[in-house]
């Protein structure tokens, strides 16, 4: 996969709940990187880009997060694509919650955040 962030993302394994905008159907999945800008989590659906969501990421002792974002690419993790890892853009996210994200990050990947702090 070609790498196309502009910003530096964090390995991470949270609970993340969202749905599409103007949709009642809520999934789960799990988050395998983040950033103050996006996000890449595991979708069990077909999200194709441009497609706005909102989210809510559980940052354990941190709390929970709510922001919106936008899907950017979507990329088949099976043969079946019953899994289906997805990049997502954030449009809002409160600045109270990029630091919930950096507080998060900081306190249980420090060694991640030092080597990707001037990338």
Request: hydrophobic share 35%.
């Given at each position: 996969?070609?790498e ?20 009642e ?22 999200l ?34 019953s ?12 600045d109270?919650?990029?630091d ?20």
């Amino acid at each position: 996969m070609q790498e196309r962030r502009r910003y530096a993302r964090w390995v991470i394994s949270q609970p993340v709940r969202y749905k599409r905008e103007n949709s009642e159907l809520e999934c789960v999945s799990h988050c395998r990187d983040i950033s103050s800008q996006g996000i890449s989590l595991e979708a069990n659906q077909e999200l194709p880009p441009d497609t706005p969501v909102n989210l809510q990421i559980n940052l354990d002792e941190q709390g929970k997060i709510l922001v919106r974002g936008k899907v950017i690419w979507q990329e088949p993790q099976a043969e079946d694509f019953s899994n289906l890892l997805t990049g997502i853009n954030f449009i809002t996210i409160k600045d109270s919650d990029k630091d919930k994200i950096f507080n998060y990050m900081f306190a249980h990947a420090r060694t991640q955040v030092v080597e990707n702090w001037w990338k």
